[in-house]
């Protein structure tokens, strides 16, 4: 069952995160991501979360923002747009499409709220991630030189772009 994470979902989440989601790709700040995570309380931040039999299985955190707005269309450089924060799931389901639909739904859900652009970042040479993303209907923008975030391989940041509109 998919369905949006409430307040009390955060100490699982931030457990499934910590234990499946380290990997030399990921950038996984202890106090940043339980800053984040922490968000849902507030409302600040959304997640969708797969709940298989009581337990949480992944999820896919997002906010709302303007961060990004140097890559917006010229049409839309005021409007707020969404940035995916993080995705993971249970490595023993991993290959099985659990991250891309809950995606998808992430997707749906922003389009549901009138938002035209979402953007999503992932280490230059994560190909697990760049197949989701791919899958997702995302758009590589550019990539830029993160030594501080993605110490490994070429330590770069693939910034990439949903246009739903």
């Known amino acids: 069952m998919i369905r949006p994470a409430a307040a009390e ?6 457990a499934l995160l910590f234990e499946h989601g380290p990997n030399p790709w990921n950038h996984l700040p202890h106090d940043e991501v339980v800053a984040h995570l922490n968000g849902i309380a ?9 709940d298989c039999d009581g337990e949480v299985v992944g999820f896919v955190s997002y906010i709302r923002t ?8 010229q049409s839309r450089l005021d409007l ?3 940035y995916i924060c993080e ?4 490595r023993a389901l991993a290959g099985r499409g659990l991250g891309s639909t809950l995606l998808k739904q992430v997707i749906a859900a922003l389009a ?14 994560n190909a697990a991630s760049a197949g989701m993303m791919r899958k997702a209907g995302f758009s590589e923008l550019l990539s830029y030189a993160d030594p501080a ?10 910034l990439c772009c949903l246009r739903l509109g």
């Open 66 to 73: 303007d961060s990004f707005a140097r890559y917006q269309p």
């Open 112 to 125: 549901e709220q009138g938002l035209q652009d979402i953007y999503i970042e992932r280490h230059e040479e």
């Open 87 to 90: 995705a993971v799931t249970h």
């Open 42 to 50: 507030s409302g600040e931040v959304a997640a969708l979360l797969a």
């Open 9 to 14: 979902d955060i100490a699982t989440l931030c």
């Open 149 to 158: 975030r993605r110490p490994q391989g070429s330590g770069r940041t693939t």
């Open 80 to 82: 707020t747009h969404a």
